[in-house]
């Protein structure tokens, strides 16, 4: 990785020597992004010298580099990250206060807790709630874990059953939350409000899992009783499972406040900047209704928040590298290369090999990930008739479909380390019987757009 870094900053000082104006020598630091993330170097890292390649392409000084910094703070990307820590601030208040706790203890409590079916659902739909309000995955369900536990381990259900229960109400909840910081981008990128987002992205896929968990996690118990993966019950104590006495309170204010702020955003098809008011006042209104001091709140937020500080790092270093990749403009030039040929390029064609290639071959951070495609195809998809609907199915699919396939990941292994499992293979298998229907509900869903 050192050496291929070298040599691209030494090919970029090479490119700042012998381009003028737009030029391909722009696509540069993206290639050099993308490769040096992919062989494993940390993305924020990654991110800095693609950056630095950029500046020598450009050949900028130190005061054009301040400026680009100072300009890139405002940018929209760096918001998209600032959104990203401000939600994990408000998860922070969700836990301490018990809204967390409430909403599954309430969920459980609906579907019922001694039929294996109904709970099998409820947990499903309480990791769905739980995960699409706090806008995070593994903060969600290490919430929701030490409640679930003992009920599904009560009712015979295996490791394996347990962890798929998480995994797929989580994932359909990441796809809905409203201000999780991969869907703002989204539908920053489409220029949808989230309505439309729910409508063409997230809810196809929330609906598909769950109406297929249940098939899933019950081919996953057949398939694990009697192997040895049935839980201890004296292992199981739901510590901190008893919500703190003003939890309910904060649970129905937090529970107006976030569908008063979505149905306003929606109506009103409010910008990227919204999540930014919104969720501390999100934060703030649970924090008081749960009768916690402005400083404790403050300090819940600033907790939450700070774990996630690399991220704002990371939007702001993104912008600072899109807008020296405007500035090198190479896909101009390639668009006035191939300009008069893509009139017969299929719109269906270019959003499937977009999504397939933010599937298997972009990497970073889901958001990142959004962004990055963005920039770099954006264009080249509305010059060819893909529209926003589509746009919207194209960058939820390259951004989320990883989460299922082909490979593990760390959401996999999250739900598996919370559900106390260690059988990889089955959530690969969970992964994958969920992957391939959504592949194909999404081309279909891409060929009526399209």
């Known amino acids: 990785m050192i050496i291929l870094a070298a040599a691209g900053l030494i090919a970029s000082i090479v490119g700042g020597i012998v381009s003028d104006g737009p030029t391909l020598w722009g696509l540069l630091p993206i290639v050099l992004y993308a490769v040096l993330c992919l062989l494993g170097m940390d993305i924020v890292v990654g991110t800095v010298l693609s950056v630095l390649s950029g500046i020598l392409i450009a050949g900028l000084g130190p005061v054009a580099i301040g400026e680009l910094l100072g300009d890139s703070l405002a940018d929209s990307v760096t918001m998209i990250g600032l959104i990203i820590v401000l939600g994990a601030g408000v998860g922070e208040v969700l836990r301490i206060t018990g809204v967390a706790t409430t909403i599954v203890h309430g969920v459980l409590r609906l579907t019922g807790e001694h039929n294996r079916a109904a709970v099998s659902i409820g947990v499903m739909l309480a990791c769905l709630i739980l995960v699409g309000s706090l806008g995070t995955l593994a903060g969600a369900l290490a919430v929701a874990a030490p409640i679930v536990l003992p009920i599904t381990a009560r009712l015979g259900y295996t490791r394996s059953a347990t962890a798929a229960m998480l995994f797929i109400g989580g994932c359909a909840g990441l796809a809905l939350a409203p201000f999780a910081g991969s869907n703002v981008a989204i539908m920053t990128a489409a220029e949808v409000?989230?309505?439309?987002?729910?409508?063409?992205?997230?809810?196809?896929?929330?609906?598909?899992?769950?109406?297929?968990?249940?098939?899933?996690?019950?081919f996953l118990q057949r398939r694990t009783t009697g192997s040895g993966d049935d839980y201890d019950l004296s292992e199981l104590v739901a510590e901190g499972s008893t919500p703190p006495r003003n939890a309910?309170?904060?649970?129905?204010?937090?529970?107006?406040?976030?569908?008063t702020a979505v149905v306003y955003a929606t109506i009103s098809s409010a910008t990227t900047s919204f999540p930014l008011v919104a969720l501390p006042v999100l934060g703030i209104a649970t924090g008081l209704a749960g009768r916690?001091?402005?400083?404790?709140?403050?300090?819940?937020?600033?907790?939450?928040?700070?774990?996630?500080?690399?991220?704002?790092?990371?939007f702001w270093l993104l912008a600072a590298l899109f807008a020296l990749i405007d500035q090198l403009e190479p896909f101009q030039v390639i668009l006035d290369l191939?300009?008069?040929?893509?009139?017969?390029?299929?719109?269906?064609?270019?959003?499937?090999?977009?999504a397939l290639l933010g599937w298997v071959g972009v990497p970073g951070a889901t958001a990142a990930q959004v962004v990055l495609l963005d920039k770099v195809f954006g264009d080249l998809a509305s010059s060819v008739g893909v529209g926003s609907g589509a746009w919207v199915t194209v960058l939820l699919f390259a951004s989320k479909a990883d989460t299922y396939g082909p490979f593990p990941n760390a959401n996999m292994v999250g739900a598996m380390g919370l559900a106390r499992s260690n059988s990889l293979r089955n959530m690969i298998i969970t992964g994958w019987l969920l992957l391939v229907p959504a592949c194909l509900m999404y081309a279909v869903i891409l060929l009526i757009t399209t």
Not at 193 to 218: C, D, E, K, Q, R
Not at 248 to 256: G, L, P, R, S
Not at 338 to 354: I, N
């Open 338 to 354: 191939v300009g008069d040929q893509l009139g017969s390029v299929s719109p269906f064609l270019v959003a499937v090999l977009v």
């Open 248 to 259: 309910k309170a904060a649970t129905t204010v937090f529970v107006v406040v976030l569908l």
């Open 193 to 218: 409000n989230y309505l439309t987002y729910l409508l063409h992205g997230a809810l196809p896929i929330a609906v598909l899992s769950m109406i297929l968990g249940p098939f899933v996690v019950a």
């Open 292 to 314: 916690l001091s402005a400083r404790q709140i403050a300090e819940a937020m600033y907790r939450g928040g700070a774990k996630l500080i690399s991220i704002l790092l990371l």
